[in-house]
């Protein structure tokens, strides 16, 4: 049985909400979530790791993704919207998710290191 979860992001900085001048940027990111494999999965928890310019590194995890543990059958995807909150204007997140098959194999999705920049910060 094939286990396969692609992950696709796209982040944005969200300039009403942050305040450069107390060192806030905030930033919100899209994920659609892929069943590729061949077995149905559920995302049951996530695991991030968040890190900023000046090396400050953030752990969040937790149950599930916005409050829910979506099941997914192959060929199907679930989106989702979530935020992160840095301290610099650049950043970078990684991570994964802990799925459950349904054959009752547990494996990780993993999530590539994505950019978190607010525009103009990067050359």
């Known amino acids: 049985m094939k286990y396969e979860i692609d992950i696709r992001v796209r982040a944005r900085y969200l ?3 942050s305040r ?11 994920i659609q979530i892929t069943n590729s494999g061949e077995a149905a999965a559920q995302l049951l928890s996530r695991h991030w790791i968040i890190t ?6 953030q752990e969040v995890r937790g149950e599930g993704v916005v409050g829910e543990q979506p099941h997914l ?3 199907e995807s679930f ?7 840095l301290q610099t204007p ?9 799925m459950r098959a349904d054959d009752g194999t547990d494996f990780e ?13 990067l050359h």
Do not use: N
């Not at 900023?52 to 590194?57: K, L, Q």
């Not at 989106?79 to 909150?85: C, I, N, P």
């Open 15 to 17: 300039e009403q909400e």
């Open 20 to 30: 450069p001048a107390a060192d806030r940027y905030v930033f919100a990111y899209t």
């Open 52 to 57: 900023d310019a000046d090396g400050g590194v």
């Open 73 to 75: 059958k192959s060929g």
């Open 79 to 85: 989106e989702y919207t979530s935020g992160a909150v």
């Open 90 to 98: 650049v950043g970078s997140m990684r991570g994964s998710y802990q």
């Open 109 to 121: 999705a993993p999530i590539e290191a994505f950019t978190l920049a607010r525009p103009g910060s």
